[in-house]
């Protein structure tokens, strides 16, 4: 009979996402949308467990850290564990979103915890109370346009490089640095509101 | 915006990521930098007329030895410092290595000298200006590898911002060396790490606020 203890099931589930991340940084879309999605679902235990007095902002946290994940993605190296990885860009957000809480009020929560990020497991989505979409339309055209076409009318890039007269390449860049840009906003609105 | 919709908005920007991203940066940084750092050399100070001749002499590669040491610690130290989950750990401490070399050798060089002669080696004639031109020349060097940085994703923003100015320091204390006369081992002991320390503490007082992404 086979044992498995749950130290083994953490390093499998680090190996398998890994493993995707892996695949998605060379180019493969689909294993890439499969650890985001897997991904999200370790996230969300993991701040919802941090955030449990503010259960309302662990689905903004989500998306930002993803965000952070993505934009951050060339600086992940096969050799790094996976977790530490992950934990440092999640912890940072969250450092950074308490920085801003401390700010609003005068109000401490602890910031030590040293648990598994892939202990934790939430699949349950709340409902993100920033709309990306609406900041999604502060962007530039160049990278408005890209974002909107490719992403929430799911054209390929050509098809909209002829609807946009931009040129793919003009089509990519404009994805990546729009992405990047979101990522600004998110937080010059959050320190916006600070003050 | 529902974070599934996130997810498929991030998979399909994947493109394929360039493996060496990070690497190419930093050093595409470094040596913008030290060009510039190079061409604020030439033109304001000007190289020194009898390079060639002091180029044969060991002494003055030792002299080379101190930045450059110093700067490929902080190099190897910043691009640890640029990702998620990575520590500076005990590269911080080889930092010591150099500085106690070049204290030894100010120490010997000091021991060995008439007790009159001993504040020439200590100020020489340029103590007034060398730790300021370093720091004017690091500059050039310092913005552009916190441009790099910025395109990278540092989670200690201190740390990271200490080893970038350091390494800016370090870089421009190697290019000045073009123009320094300054040849007695107690001069450079001071003074350099004095100029290397200046844009080091201003990189770590202003990492927080320029680096946070």
Redesign the interface.
């Known amino acids: 009979m086979q044992r498995t203890n749950p130290q083994d099931v953490l390093s499998a589930r680090e190996s398998q996402l890994q493993a995707l991340l892996l695949l998605?940084?060379?180019?493969?879309?689909?294993a890439?949308?499969e650890f985001?999605?897997a991904l999200?679902v370790h996230l969300r235990g993991f701040l919802r467990r941090r955030l449990a007095q503010r259960p309302a902002e662990v689905?903004d946290l989500?998306?930002e850290v993803?965000?952070?994940v993505?934009?951050?993605?060339?600086?992940?190296?096969a050799q790094?564990?996976l977790t530490?990885?992950?934990?440092?860009?999640a912890?940072?957000k969250l450092a950074?979103h308490w920085r801003g809480q401390a700010r609003r009020e005068a109000r401490h929560e602890p910031l030590e915890d040293d648990s598994e990020l892939f202990a934790c497991a939430d699949e349950e989505?709340a409902q993100?109370s920033r709309?990306?979409?609406k900041l999604?339309g502060q962007l530039p055209d160049r990278q408005r346009l890209p974002?909107v076409h490719?992403?929430?009318e799911g054209l390929s890039v050509e098809e909209t490089a002829r609807i946009t007269g931009l040129s793919s390449s003009a089509v990519?860049v404009g994805?990546?640095r729009g992405?990047k840009a979101l990522?600004?906003l998110i937080?010059g609105k959050d320190d916006h509101e600070d003050r | 915006m529902k974070t599934d919709e996130l997810i498929s908005l991030l998979a399909t920007a994947a493109e394929p990521v360039d493996r060496h991203a990070l690497a190419r940066r930093l050093l595409l940084a470094l040596l913008a930098g030290m060009l510039g750092a190079l061409l604020m050399t030439v033109a304001i100070y000007g190289v020194r007329s009898d390079l060639a001749e002091v180029a044969r002499t060991p002494l003055f590669w030792a002299k080379l030895a101190l930045p450059t040491s110093l700067g490929l610690l902080a190099l190897w130290l910043t691009q640890r410092l640029a990702r998620p989950g990575v520590r500076g750990g005990a590269l911080w401490g080889l930092l010591g290595l150099p500085l106690l070399l070049v204290w030894l050798g100010a120490a010997v060089s000091l021991a060995g000298a008439p007790v009159e002669a001993r504040a020439d080696l200590i100020f020489g004639r340029t103590w007034r200006t060398c730790a300021l031109n370093i720091a004017l020349l690091s500059a050039p060097v310092f913005a552009a590898v916190f441009w790099a940085l910025r395109g990278l994703a540092p989670t200690r923003l201190r740390q990271a911002g200490a080893a970038g100015g350091l390494l800016a320091g370090s870089t421009a204390t190697l290019v000045y060396c073009l123009h320094c006369p300054e040849m007695a081992v107690p001069f450079w002991g001071l003074w350099y790490l004095l100029g290397i320390l200046l844009p080091t503490v201003i990189g770590a007082l202003a990492g927080p606020r320029l680096l946070r992404w």
Do not use: F, M, S
């Open positions: 998605g940084l060379a180019g493969d879309a689909g890439y949308r985001l999605a999200a689905e989500l998306q993803l965000l952070a993505h934009n951050a993605r060339h600086t992940y190296q790094q564990p530490a990885w992950v934990q440092a860009i912890r940072y950074d989505p993100a709309d990306l979409n999604l974002i490719v992403k929430l990519k994805i990546h992405l990522g600004r937080r």
